[in-house]
């Protein structure tokens, strides 16, 4: 997956970029646009950034300028992301500024949906741990419904996609509230 839309990816990373808070918390879920977000994030800033995927943490943890927490949990094979109980308890008790998150499928009416229940329980918690949240996702992830539905499109505060997305979506999507940038 990692493979697939590079440029695009790379762009939306960017682009998010001007998401970021100056200091304080943030909050990264396991994806591989958020995977580049993790690649460019600033060594000028001092960020608190707490993720779900070991990849990420590992990527994260030799940064100075970082303070880097990485949720427990079993990891899955699939998308090497941390999930059940032992990475939800955390985040209830978590306050971060941004929500830097990933989905697999996104539409006005379905809202943000993933394919496995357990995942979507810990993104729906970074959802709610959050001021603010971000989608990054390509234009290929606004065609697609999967079974489980982790936050509605009205809780999300900006999508960054790429120039892919259809012109005619995306003002559906801002209609429904998010801001919503094609990088």
């Known amino acids: 997956r990692d493979e697939v839309m590079t440029a695009e990816k790379e762009r939306i990373a960017k682009a998010a970029?001007?998401?970021?808070?100056q200091d304080g918390a943030i909050v990264?879920?396991?994806?591989?646009?958020?995977?580049?977000l993790v690649q460019a994030l600033p060594v000028d800033r001092e960020l608190t950034v707490i993720v779900n995927s070991p990849p990420l943490a590992?990527?994260?943890?030799?940064?100075a300028n970082l303070t880097v927490f990485m949720l427990g949990g079993r990891v899955r094979g699939r998308?090497?992301?941390?999930?059940?109980?032992?990475?939800?308890?955390?985040?209830?008790d978590l306050?971060?500024?941004?929500?830097f998150m990933a989905a697999n499928g996104c539409s006005?009416?379905?809202?943000?949906?993933?394919?496995?229940?357990?995942?979507?329980?810990i993104k729906?918690?970074?959802?709610?741990?959050?001021?603010?949240c971000v989608l990054l996702a390509d234009h290929t992830k606004f065609a697609n419904t999967y079974l489980s539905r982790f936050a509605a499109l009205q809780e999300i505060d900006v999508v960054i996609s790429d120039v892919g997305l259809d012109a005619g979506v995306a003002a559906e999507m801002a209609a429904a509230g998010p801001e919503v940038i094609r990088a």
Do not use: F, S, Y
């Open 79 to 92: 998308t090497l992301a941390t999930v059940d109980d032992w990475a939800l308890r955390p985040l209830a």
């Open 124 to 132: 729906r918690a970074m959802v709610e741990a959050a001021q603010r």
């Open 28 to 36: 990264i879920d396991a994806g591989t646009t958020t995977g580049r």
């Open 108 to 121: 006005v009416a379905k809202g943000l949906t993933t394919p496995d229940p357990a995942e979507a329980a």
């Open 95 to 99: 306050h971060v500024d941004v929500a």
């Open 17 to 21: 970029l001007a998401e970021l808070p």
């Open 58 to 63: 590992t990527a994260l943890a030799t940064r």
